[in-house]
Structures are given as C-alpha cells and as structure tokens.
C-alpha cells in the first residue's frame, strides 16, 4: 500500500484573541523606501514592458512555524490575496506543499536580522517565500526585498489584505504616504501639526532595508521623499511617486469615514495650504482592511513591469492552470458507519482529474452539542488516501475531502460527509483474491454478481454506484453470493467487503 505525504494539523484558535493582539501590532514593519528601480522605473515607464499576454502567474512557497495556522487557513488566505489581486492581471499559485518549521526563535523573533536568517535558511528559490509566525518582529508583517515576506498569523484571514500590502512591496510597489513614518524627521525629533501646510520634504531611515542585507545599525541610510501636493503638480516624484494615489501623510493605522467614500477622518494640510484626507481605499496605505481593497492602474502596471524585467525568475513560462474537469469527490472508504480498526485509519476516495491536492478533514461528535460535529483533525495530500496512525477507540467519526489545484482556493467544495466508528477488533488489512473473490466485475446490466470465501465467514457488503448512490449492502455469515444487477443502471459501481481479517474495495463496470 503506497503511504501518502501527510501534514497533521491541529485545530483551533480564537478569532478574538487574534483580533485583539492585531490592535497592538505595527501595521507593516516594511518602511517606505524607494529602491533604485522604481527609481528608474518612474523616470519613464514607457520604457518597460507590462503585459505578457494576459494574466501572469506567480509561484508562491508558504513556510508555517506556528501550529495554529493550519493548511485550510492559508488557503483561504490565498483565496483572499488572489481577490485582493484581481484587477493586476497578476495571480498566485501554492508551491505545494505547505513547508512546516519547528523554530521558536524564528516563530517569534524580535529583530529583522533573526528574520533575515530564517530566510537565508528556508528560502526557495524562484517563488515569493512567505513565512507564517507568531511574532514578525512586533509587525502585522514585513517584506525584506533582499529575502522574503514575514506575515504574523494574527493579521491574516477573510477581509484582511496584510499579505497583499507585503507582496506589494515584494513587488516594488509603496506606501503612498513614503517617507512620513519618522514625520518629518527620520527619527520623529522634529514635531509637525497637520493643521499647518506640510514641509516641502521629509526623510527617511531605510537602513536595515538596503536591496542586500545589511546589519550595522550603527551606520545610518537616511533618504529624502518630496510631498506630494494636491494639485498633483509633483505627483511623478513626489511621495511613492504614482500620480493616481491621493496625497497621504498618516503613516499609522487608521479609521475611514465608510459614509464619504472611505476617506479619513483625519485633515491634513499639503505644502501649498490646501486642506486633504487620505484615500482608505488604497491596500498600500494604513488604512483599515475595511476600508482598502485595491491597487490602482499605475500600482499595478509598475507590479507586473518589476516582474517582467527584475524577477522574471519568477515566471515559469510552461505554467498555465488547469481547472478540475468534476471537482466532485466520490468517497470510497469507510462510509456509512463502517468499523475500523483505531490504530491504522485508512481513507480512500475517488482521484479527481486535475486535483493537485486534497484537504480531509475529519470531525467529531460533541456530547454538549448533540447533532453538531466540529474539527478534530485536517490534513493535506496529494494522493487520493491517507493513513491516520492513531484514532480513540469506540468512537464515531465524520470525514470529507476537498479538492484544490495549486491555484484555485476559492468556492472549494467538500464531498458529503461519510462516517466511520473506530474499534481495536478489526483490521484494516487488505484481502488477498484467496481470502475473497468477486467476479465478473464486467457485465452487462441483469447478469450476477458472484461473491465467494475461502471460508463460511462473517462479512460486510456495501455496493454504491460512483456518484455514491447505495444499490446493494449485506451482513451475515457467508461462503457464497449471488447478487443480481437486474435494477441497476450501467456505470460504475465500488463494492466495499470487510471481513474479520481485513477489507477489499472491488470495481464493477456494469454495461
């Protein structure tokens, strides 16, 4: 029996906690900096190609070093960032399988240089490398453009667009507020009141955050961004340098007014004395997740030329996704309260044609909650079985599959849920032709079925068509039976036997 790769996963964590320990965490721990090529990028974006033929596709390696985030939560994470990314013409897909890392220093690690090393370590080349942890360095996240993303757990899930803003900035793309995390000093020493007209400039520290790694803080990288004016007068320079994001100078998390389009509540005053509120709905800004949702066209088009012209490593030019022709998953063992042995839990279902993966998901029964099951246990395959090494004995249990391609993570649908009840006397061993035989198992449509047994035997039939319709079970004491196809329709059919030794699972092709 072929054993599948299995990642276990453990189940459970609370949304509110997370939500409460996002509100004490720096929004992006990546400072706005311009770096040389978008830089030359800016003078001229005429110069560069954006497009390659339609939507471009973007390897993405996940690596997890907190138990927490299961494999279900980044899909769904990679759903979101996909719909964040929707109008760029730019998509990700999963760099299978989900790398999991056991490093308490990297799992929480206060410095960008303990970061940095965790990606010198794990990084793959030619995808974007996202590392899932409890503690980014105090950040929702961060992008080290020389190594990878940093993403605290925390600041993902449904609505949030954190891994979005960070794959922004992997992409050459900044803050449109560039240069006012310090104010107007790198350092804050200088005070500003928006009520006045902003400074002509500002300056910014980038030190740790050079295009290679660089670690001596004593040696400061202070840089000079122009504010950008209302009148868009500076807009091809000034700030992140695109003229279709607004002037923003709120460099910390924020609120938007939901009934003014999403604006900030917060005035501020432009060099020339014109009086502005941010644009919340912009995904590079501090806004809200509530707020943002989008890049604009020259957000977009800088993305796609940086991945052209200096990470076309990234491309694999052969990569073109290919949808699940029936993404509807048959399950062919154990279904309908069959017993199991505890120690060795096989599932089995149907293969899916262009699944590159699978999500079983095993749930349990609660006695607070009778009729409601809840997760027990997640896993992730590519094969189309696993093996559970241990399960509690006596006990029922309900299982679905869900199938994904390594780019399709939205509007995933699991199989009905079958169930099974493990027990220490059964086997789960697989029966020989000697032990048990079926035949024919092709036919036509009225002919029978014969079963026969080495041995009067206490056995177990359950025969369901391939859509998982039941057409024929039994239980009793056996040597030999005829069952007669007489009412079934042609098609498939999956005859599942279980005896005291072990079980087999036959197909019939009924014509």
Known sequence: MKIPFIVLLLIGFCSTFCLGQKEHLSPCGTPSFKSQWLKEYQKDPSKYKTRSGGIMYIPMTVHVLTGSATDDFIFDNLCQLNTDFAGTDLQFYLNHPIRRVSNGNYNNHTELEVGYNMMVEYNVENTINTYVVDNPAGNCGYNLPYAGIAMNRACMGEGDHTWAHEVGHNLSIQHPFLGWEGGVSYNGTVPHSFADPAPEWVTYDYTAFKLEPYFDFDTLIIDTAFVEKADGSNCHFAADGFCDTDPDYIASGWSCDQNSGNESFMVFTDPDGVKLKADGTLIMSYANDVCSARFTDEQSAAMRANLLDEKSDYLDPDYLPLPMLDPEVILNYPIDDEVVYHEFVQLDWEDIENA?????????????????????????????????????????????????????????????????????????????????????????????????????????????????????????????LRISTQAWTPGIYLAHMQLKEGRTTKKIILY
């Open 356 to 480: 590159d993966f699978y999500k079983v998901e095993v749930l349990i029964t609660n006695e607070v909650f009778p009729g409601m099951t809840f997760p027990w246990m997640s896993f992730s395959t590519a094969e189309s079985e696993i093996t559970i090494p241990a399960m509690d004995v006596n006990i029922q249990f309900f299982w679905s599959v869900t199938p994904y391609t390594d780019f399709e993570f939205c509007n995933a649908n699991a199989t009905v849920m079958q169930s099974f009840i493990t027990s220490d006397v059964s086997s789960t061993e697989e029966l020989t032709d000697a032990q048990v035989k079926l035949f024919p198992n092709v036919l036509k449509q009225g002919q029978d079925i014969q079963i026969e047994l080495e041995a009067m035997k206490a056995i177990t039939i359950s025969i369901r068509s391939i859509d998982g319709k039941s057409v024929f079970t039994h239980e009793g004491l056996e040597s030999k």
